[in-house]
């Protein structure tokens, strides 16, 4: 089992730059990818970035050019820099993990709330 912690989320007014982190404990040697997902009310959960194990990232096509995904795995933790924030990015952001094929394993999600 993995768990996952998220922290870092608030508000902030457009323009403006939060920093999420998410700490990972439990049998995390069989993690091959992290990633974060947000939801938004009324929308489906959605892809935000992901980072594999000796991979390339990935984004969501409007995050692109404003967040950043990286880890610290000396710190068991992955980060979402987001930068240039909009309204629309508003959303409970999620971190997730995986050890198969899909996401397994689950952050309880923190809020992001982007004022305009």
């Known amino acids: 089992q993995v768990q996952l912690v998220e922290s870092g989320g608030g508000l902030v007014q457009a323009g403006g730059s939060l920093r999420l982190s998410c700490a990972a404990s439990?049998?995390?040697?069989?993690?091959?990818?992290m990633g974060w997902y947000r939801q938004a009310p009324g929308k489906q959960r959605e892809l935000v970035a992901r980072?594999?194990?000796?991979?390339?990232?990935n984004y969501a096509d409007s995050v692109k050019g404003r967040f950043t995904i990286s880890r610290d795995n000396a710190k068991n933790t992955v980060y979402l820099q987001m930068a240039s924030l909009k309204p629309e990015d508003t959303a409970v952001y999620y971190c997730?993990?995986?050890?198969?094929?899909?996401?397994?394993?689950w952050g309880q999600g923190t809020q992001v709330t982007v004022s305009s």
């Open positions: 997730a993990a995986s050890s198969t094929i899909r996401w397994d394993y």
């Open positions: 439990g049998s995390i040697f069989s993690i091959n990818a």
């Open positions: 980072i594999p194990d000796g991979g390339s990232t």
